[in-house]
């Protein structure tokens, strides 16, 4: 398997970013579950992707392997996922049947997230054409040597439970399991300082 190269993102590349993104959550259960239609999910994604993660490209923390095959949109310390419009865009995207589930969920999220300084991965995709080739194992050892140099921990919340293994491996350890109602299991993962 060829190397693959991993290299910060500039601020003009956030829509390849999200595109990379939106081809690697298109069967996500906890996306799917949000927006069962791919009209709805094809609206809605770009906008949530862009909240939970623009603040990467402002920090140079949004890293990409060639090609743009894959994406990780980190947050270091301090930094965070734009709150009001996450709000924005589950209030205005989201079947009112799931909307007290949605908040509920995110109100278990937070209740998750360390209190201390660390690094938060919101969002981690490879294309599916690219899968397999080593890109999430790049991204990732390329965004933890920096957790390593900050000796700080790290933080995700795995939305597809065959992840899990993936973050395992790179020493995350899932802290319990957030599911509400219908909705599909959510695992929060810590990886303590090193």
């Known amino acids: 398997m060829k190397s693959q190269t991993v290299r910060v993102m500039a601020a003009a590349e956030e829509d390849l970013a999200v595109e990379t993104v939106m081809l690697a959550f298109a069967a996500d259960p906890m996306a799917r579950w949000t927006w069962p239609h791919a009209h709805q999910y094809l609206a809605a994604m770009p906008r949530m992707i862009r909240a939970f993660g623009s603040s990467a490209f402002s920090g140079g923390t949004a890293f990409c392997t060639d090609g743009y ?13 734009d709150e009001e419009g996450l ?3 589950l209030e205005t995207t ?4 799931l909307a007290p589930e949605t908040t509920a969920i995110f109100e278990q999220m937070a209740k998750y997230h360390p209190s201390e300084p660390h690094w938060y991965l919101p ?3 490879v294309d599916p054409a690219h899968q397999g080739e080593g890109h999430g194992d790049a991204l990732m050892a390329y965004a933890l040597a920096r957790c390593d140099l900050d000796r700080a921990p790290a933080y995700l919340e795995s939305s597809n439970p065959r992840n899990i293994p993936f973050y395992r491996r790179y020493g995350f350890e899932p802290l319990g399991a957030i599911q509400v109602g219908s909705s599909p299991t959510l695992v929060p993962m810590l990886r303590r300082a090193r």
Request: proline share 4%.
């Open 69 to 81: 095959a894959g994406t990780a949109l980190w947050l270091s310390p301090g930094a965070h996922s």
């Open 87 to 89: 709000g924005t865009v």
């Open 94 to 97: 989201v079947a009112r049947s």
């Open 123 to 125: 969002l981690i995709g």
